[in-house]
């Protein structure tokens, strides 16, 4: 009997463009979060240049998006999930961003894209922040650090090794543990050089070496975010130790009746069945 994971096909298919694309994108992505560590000093002028380079990788992402849809990367049925998670998504987020670091955004992109697969949930983490953000009038240059980061949850939740059962919920709360962690690691990176004391010991530096610039991040990460990283952990452990094995089943029946980009099957025709 074939096993239910290859059974359901990915709601999002990486073609080649699309991962090149995706991977152009992540990788501009790290170049933005860490220039700190790797621009010299006074390559930016003023503080609005980040910004302004995380505007540009906006329109990147969208249009991994739009490849996706021009070639037929994605179907109608995996295009409506998109829509009703991104809003479920946005929906669950005011319920708890800014209280004690927990955030509920989480638990719906790491099980989406471990059951809909890597570029569905790159995808979904792009559309869910941005569709917060509309909602709860929240847009500014944070935004695309948000998007970014809570793509790469969801597009590395589908990349997750294929186990099943009590074990593949302990692998989903580890990896929700981690990379609620990871998020406020990286989102920090995103005001850090502009938001201390320039004469603190924990604030950004130009010209420091990378060594020293590190230890002052680190330190000015435990200390101003460490505790709302750990809300966000416990979160989302908990949230998926609970409620995962439910919301699983039900992914993955919805993804079996939508039944995504059924296999093309080419029938041979023989000469004597022309006649």
């Known amino acids: 009997?074939?096993?239910?994971?290859?059974?359901?096909?990915?709601?999002?298919?990486?073609?080649?463009?699309?991962?090149?694309?995706?991977?152009?994108?992540s990788?501009?992505?790290?170049?933005?979060?860490?220039?700190?560590?790797?621009?010299?000093?006074?390559?930016?002028?003023?503080?609005e240049t980040p910004p302004l380079m995380f505007g540009a990788l906006l329109v990147l992402v969208l249009a991994v998006l739009f490849a996706e849809v021009a070639d037929g990367g994605i179907d109608a049925k995996a295009l409506a999930m998109l829509g009703v998670l991104s809003a479920i998504n946005a929906a669950l987020r005011p319920l708890g961003a800014g209280t004690a670091g927990i955030e509920t955004v989480f638990f719906v992109l790491v099980l989406a894209g471990r059951v809909y697969g890597a570029g569905f949930g790159f995808a979904l983490g792009c559309t869910?922040?941005?569709?917060?953000?509309?909602?709860?009038?929240?847009?500014?240059?944070?935004?695309?650090?948000?998007?970014?980061?809570?793509?790469?949850?969801?597009?590395?939740?589908g990349l997750l090794p294929p186990l099943r059962?009590?074990?593949?919920?302990l692998m989903l709360a580890a990896y929700g543990a981690v990379s609620g962690y990871l998020f406020g690691f990286l989102l920090n990176l995103s005001f850090w050089?502009?938001?201390?004391?320039?004469?603190?010991?924990?604030?950004?530096?130009?010209?420091?070496?990378?060594?020293?610039?590190?230890?002052?991040?680190?330190l000015f990460d435990a200390t101003t975010s460490l505790g709302w990283d750990t809300g966000r952990a416990v979160t989302n452990v908990l949230l998926i130790l609970i409620a995962g094995p439910a919301a699983l089943a039900a992914f993955r029946r919805a993804a079996r009746r939508a039944n995504f980009q059924p296999a093309v099957t080419f029938a041979s025709i023989r000469d004597d069945d022309t006649n």
């Open 1 to 25: 009997m074939t096993h239910e994971r290859e059974r359901i096909r990915a709601a999002i298919r990486l073609r080649p463009r699309s991962a090149v694309a995706i991977s152009l994108a």
């Open 27 to 47: 990788f501009l992505g790290f170049v933005a979060f860490l220039w700190p560590f790797v621009v010299p000093p006074g390559a930016f002028s003023s503080t």
């Open 128 to 157: 869910s922040l941005f569709a917060s953000a509309l909602l709860t009038a929240g847009v500014g240059p944070w935004m695309p650090y948000q998007m970014f980061g809570c793509a790469w949850a969801g597009m590395f939740a």
């Open 165 to 169: 059962g009590k074990a593949e919920i």
């Open 193 to 218: 050089p502009f938001s201390v004391d320039p004469s603190s010991s924990i604030a950004y530096h130009p010209g420091l070496s990378f060594v020293e610039q590190w230890h002052r991040y680190l």
